[in-house]
């Protein structure tokens, strides 16, 4: 037989806790009692704030009217609305219940004992670190489920502990700078509201831009939206998969051709620089472009003008060019595969697009918002049900890399609502819907595999691994150099400093 995972209680000791243990009849059973009497739990994790003679004289109470295992952790606060230290209070307990009870622990938080800053903590772990289900109660309603309709990135809160006051003051009062045609690319992150921030600047001139990040971060999304925020928004928006047009078709792709100007050319046929006249041409991959295919393209931005294949006479175009790759193309510039005339003429506003796992507090966001995406396309579907996902699903998730990024994701809660029977899916569908991170081994060959050739630097590339490690490991470790060092193998606290200063990473 499988063994359940055990249902464990996480909860602060509140004052009508400690009255209720006292025999105060107003305090009734208190909250946590209440809790104990109205569902059963394998454990029962109480922080406290008070002082130890009262929380062990509770814990005795407690643990004769009870039949759970009663777990205490004593956290002297500096004041019980202190945020920065509730949250480390917490995070240190729920650390360690993660190692203890395993990760498919059913945990619930109650949010009704201590104060509301203890409570608002709660529903920031909950709704995105360290998911949970939350409940509250009370001696008029008994126990309830909170249903909490808002998310909170937990990730912020060691962000904004480290960030300066203005920083503090903008994120609490949310302000958004996002012009509206950005509106639908979800984010709450620093590191995307830099790169929307420069797309809206962007938009409104008719220079080039060029974007950088791996596949699935939402290039084209952008493309389309740096489209619609600028003077050309009425008019058509072409995108191009640059890899996937063979070599001998890259000029009558691109610039149409003339009927009869080779076999197959039945008929006119205008390219995608006319097909664009006036609004945007998207050129994705365009690193996949052969060197001969490179030559031509670089000569039409240059003139503003095209040669249909089979005509002699140009044509204007006014066509504003936003090229995007999953590679750096000024390293492919470096390695003599791509123009470097051309990489200066695309390269006028450059946007780097971050990867899924470097965009703090957007994961959660996202999954929301793609799974109710999922809901809305398959509407329509017979026995269609809405999806939404249990606790240790979205616990799976959270702890999923996404090498695919957001592309990957879509498509994992797309095979997870097809694959769950229910309207909520399981720990158990999500593992079989998250794919192994298989791409990360294509990532590995991709470095151990590149050509000896001209530009190739081994230092460059350790330099690079070692970086990756590192910023990951730090942020794992929520700052501790200590746990850091452990995460990747190093000694000592002192030896991990001295690897993150030889690569730039002492900050």
């Not at 990760?103 to 004992?113: C, F, K």
């Not at 619609?228 to 070599?247: D, E, L, T, Y």
């Not at 994961?363 to 799974?371: C, K, M, R, V």
């Not at 579907?381 to 939404?388: A, F, Q, T, V």
């Amino acid at each position: 037989m499988p063994v359940k995972p055990p249902r464990v209680l996480v909860s602060w000791i509140g004052g009508t806790d400690l009255r209720a243990a006292s025999g105060d009849v107003a305090a009734g059973r208190g909250p946590i009692g209440q809790a104990a009497d109205a569902e059963r739990y394998d454990r029962i994790e109480l922080l406290c704030n008070y002082e130890k003679a009262e929380a062990t004289r509770y814990v005795a109470w407690l643990q004769s009217e009870s039949s759970s295992e009663i777990r205490l952790h004593f956290h002297q606060l500096t004041s019980p609305i202190n945020f920065r230290e509730i949250y480390l209070a917490v995070r240190d307990v729920l650390d360690l219940l993660r190692k203890t009870a395993g990760p498919d622990a059913q945990v619930t938080y109650h949010l009704s004992p201590g104060t509301p800053a203890m409570a608002s903590v709660w529903i920031l772990l909950a709704k995105t670190s360290y998911p949970a289900r939350l409940i509250q109660t009370s001696s008029e309603a008994g126990l309830q489920e909170a249903d909490i309709p808002f998310d909170i990135a937990a990730e912020f809160i060691p962000d904004m502990r480290r960030a300066s006051d203005s920083r503090i003051i903008e994120a609490a009062e949310a302000k958004s700078q996002t012009v509206a045609e950005f509106a639908d690319i979800v984010h709450r992150s620093p590191e995307m509201k830099r790169v929307i921030a420069m797309a809206a600047k962007a938009a409104t001139r008719s220079i080039p831009v060029l974007m950088e990040g791996e596949s699935g971060t939402g290039k084209e999304m952008l493309a389309k939206a740096i489209h619609q925020a600028s003077p050309r928004a009425r008019k058509p928006f072409i995108a191009v998969n640059c890899g996937a047009i063979p070599p001998e078709l890259v000029e009558s792709e691109f610039f149409g051709h003339k009927k009869g100007a080779f076999s197959g050319a039945v008929e006119d046929r205008k390219g995608h620089f006319e097909q664009a006249d006036g609004g945007t041409l998207f050129l994705d991959e365009i690193a996949e472009l052969p060197k001969p295919a490179q030559v031509k393209l670089l000569r039409a931005l240059q003139e503003g003008a095209i040669v249909p294949v089979g005509e002699s006479k140009p044509r204007k175009v006014d066509v504003r060019v936003v090229a995007a790759t999953n590679r750096s193309l000024s390293e492919e510039v470096a390695a003599g595969r791509f123009r470097e005339d051309l990489f200066f003429r695309l390269a006028v506003a450059v946007l780097k697009l971050p990867p899924l796992r470097s965009r703090t507090g957007d994961l959660n966001l996202l999954i929301d918002s793609l799974l109710a995406q999922v809901n809305r396309t398959t509407a329509s579907e017979p026995d269609h049900l809405d999806k939404r996902l249990s606790v240790g699903a979205r616990k799976l998730m959270l702890e999923h890399p996404w090498p695919g990024n957001v592309r990957e994701l879509l498509n994992t809660l797309l095979r997870a609502t097809v694959w769950s029977d229910g309207d909520q899916i399981s720990p158990d569908v999500m593992r079989a819907a998250i794919l192994e991170p298989t791409s990360l081994t294509g990532r590995s060959s991709g470095i151990l595999n590149q050509p000896l050739e001209e530009g190739f630097s081994l230092e460059k590339i350790m330099a690079e691994v070692a970086r990756h490690y590192l910023t990951r490991a730090v942020k794992d470790a929520h700052g501790s150099k200590t746990k850091a060092a452990k995460l990747v193998g190093l000694s000592n606290y002192q030896t991990l400093t001295n690897w993150m200063k030889k690569y730039g990473l002492e900050q």
